[in-house]
């Protein structure tokens, strides 16, 4: 028996997995702690607390807020950038971006903070979607969010954090994992939670119509995904343009003018993609014996 894969996927990496255990500290306390010593200019500190607020996320023992974890990721990529540490900073921002790409960085932070985190999420909006959903029995979170079994849940390409629960008594497992554009994978969860790819079997004897609807599965859902992606970007797109009619200082007005574009016509041609692969699909649906091939990145 052989196995196909649906839609555009991606590199899994594994990266590191923490158990919840009586020692984790509080992530909001800890994000609080970060987030004070940077408002006072605290540098010295600001590295040990930024270093257990990233060790809390990975240890809390129920689901996290979304919006907390996405404020956690920013407060530690703006101390990373106040200590000089860029790469550090644009690590964090990068995680930020990608669990909350509609959050922008707060003011306190200052404008060279700002900038570099919107030229962060810049890029990883441009990175495009993916999709995620849960196998099978057992519960599961993404940055926070429930996963529904069966149903794909529509991301940004990037960093997550992905939380699973065998059962009610079991303790709460957090893994990173990171998904390029176009992934559809799933979750399973039981004694090893596992991620990967999207799958379906095929029956042992094909036919050359057998072809037909194992792509339109394929094309459909790598369809919904660009549109779902295309429909993020236009919503940003929009966000810069309001931010462009409320900006007083002209030498911003340039930078926030090439935002507005630059997410607009990602948003655009994004979509009008995703809307042609759908019509693809509907296509090979109703013409038995043809076959499409989608394949790469976007």
Not at 60 to 71: N, Y
Not at 169 to 178: A, Q, W
Request: with cysteine; glycine share 12%; hydrophobic share 40%.
């Amino acid at each position: 028996m052989t196995v196909r894969t649906v839609g555009l996927l991606c590199t899994i990496f594994f990266t590191q997995t923490a158990h919840a255990d009586e020692t984790c500290p509080s992530l909001s306390d800890t994000s609080a702690a970060l987030r004070a010593a940077v408002s006072d200019a605290r540098l010295e500190e600001t590295e040990e607390l930024a270093v257990q607020a990233r060790a809390a996320l990975l240890c809390q023992p129920e689901p996290m807020q979304p919006l907390l974890i996405g404020q956690t990721f920013q407060v530690i990529g703006a101390a990373a950038f106040f200590n000089g540490d860029i790469a550090g900073a644009d690590d964090a921002f990068t995680w930020a971006a990608s669990i909350s790409p509609g959050s922008d960085l707060d003011s306190m932070y200052g404008k060279p903070a700002i900038d570099f985190y919107n030229k962060t999420r810049d890029r990883v909006v441009a990175a495009g979607g993916a999709t995620i959903a849960l196998k099978g029995g057992g519960t599961a979170w993404i940055d926070g969010r429930s996963l529904r079994p069966g149903v794909a849940r529509d991301v940004t390409a990037g960093p997550h954090l992905i939380q699973t629960q065998e059962g009610e008594e079991s303790p709460v497992v957090t893994k990173e994992i990171r998904l390029e554009g176009g992934a559809d994978v799933v979750v399973t969860v039981g004694a090893t939670a596992d991620i990967a790819p999207a799958a379906f079997e095929e029956p042992e004897t094909t036919t050359d119509r057998s072809e037909g609807p194992s792509q339109k599965v394929m094309l459909l859902g790598t369809g919904g995904a660009l549109v779902a992606t295309g429909t993020v970007l236009m919503v940003l797109a929009a966000s810069a343009h309001q931010d462009f009619n409320n900006e007083t200082d002209p030498s911003n007005l340039a930078s926030l003018q090439s935002k507005t574009n630059t997410l607009g016509w990602a948003g655009v041609a994004t979509g009008l993609t995703g809307v042609g692969v759908l019509g693809a699909g509907a296509f090979l649906g109703s013409a038995p014996g043809m076959g499409l091939t989608v394949r790469g990145r976007w």
